[in-house]
């Protein structure tokens, strides 16, 4: 696996995979790679010729009390994985290479609608971010596919929005969630959680699929499902950030129409926020 961090060079590389006639699967990370980053890559490796992953952590995307600074950034470690896996190319540009005249005098990337509520509601421009750099990375690859996790649905839905509306010229793969053996969601940020919050962490999951199991079997009294989501949650050690029942398909409020559902949640574990979802099928 090559790794590159100059923008030239990576659109030489890819050139070159192209002329031999090879097909591009982008996977864009921000490192501190999980197993869940792992089955983007295999999945990458059965779609497409050549697989390019990127590590950059984005600074557009991060609020100004977030964790940004305290990212875990762990180069080599990833390296290794993303090898194993099968990757063939890395990129890791600096902010220079992204952001060349600064954050602020940067074009924004603003997807309406799929970007309000949820964490667009408790992360104020974090989608911005988000979209921003996925429309460069696509950009500056050209792959003809990318492949997103779907534990960050909200996110996949906006970059599934952004790619339709500027006719961007990908497919885009959402890959399911990869589980912890608790069904703790994997995420680079359970690395935060202490041992006795770590021991905690898999009731989000636990008291979500004890909602969703009231909800198969015909409860609607959503206020009264959610309160007491909300107080299990609590005795877990949780605080709720949200917790909502959405259409799956279009992530519009789920109405009596909707017969793919997905319940969102994200909630705070000290000061780690962690988020998951489960789909329902009525
Ligand atoms: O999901 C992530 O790791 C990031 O939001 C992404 C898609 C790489 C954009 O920075």
Redesign the pocket.
């Known amino acids: 696996m090559k790794t590159l961090n100059n923008l030239q060079q990576l659109r030489d590389t890819i050139a070159e995979a192209r002329q031999a006639g090879q097909s591009i699967a982008l996977v864009?990370?921000?490192g501190n790679l999980h197993a869940g980053h792992i089955a983007l890559i295999k999945q990458a490796v059965e779609r497409a010729d050549c697989v390019v992953a990127s590590i950059?952590v984005?600074p557009l995307?991060f609020g100004a009390n977030e964790d940004l600074d305290s990212y875990p950034r762990t180069l080599e470690a990833d390296q290794s994985k993303l090898q194993e896996a099968g990757c063939n190319l890395l990129f890791i540009p600096d902010a220079q290479t992204i952001y060349p005249h600064g954050m602020e005098q940067h074009t924004l990337v603003s997807v309406p609608g799929v970007s309000t509520g949820l964490c667009g509601g408790s992360r104020p421009g974090h989608f911005d971010g988000?979209a921003t750099?996925?429309c460069k990375l696509l950009n500056m690859v050209q792959p003809d596919i990318a492949l997103?996790?779907e534990k960050?649905f909200q996110?996949l839905a906006v970059i599934r929005k952004m790619v339709a509306d500027l006719n961007i010229p990908v497919q885009v793969f959402g890959v399911p969630i990869v589980r912890d053996h608790d069904g703790l969601a994997l995420s680079s940020r359970n690395g935060y959680l202490s041992a006795p919050q770590r021991a905690n962490a898999p009731a989000l999951h636990q008291c979500m699929q004890t909602l969703k199991a009231k909800i198969i079997t015909g409860d609607r009294d959503y206020p009264a499902l959610f309160a007491q989501f909300n107080s299990e949650l609590n005795a877990a050690g949780f605080r709720l950030d949200y917790i909502e029942l959405r259409d799956a398909l279009t992530l519009e409020k789920a109405d009596l129409a909707s017969t793919q559902l997905i319940l969102l949640a994200a909630a705070y574990l000290g000061s780690t926020r962690l988020i998951d979802n489960l789909i329902i099928d009525l």
Request: glycine fraction near 8%.
């Open positions: 864009p990370t921000m950059f984005n995307q988000v750099v996925v997103f996790g960050d996110q």
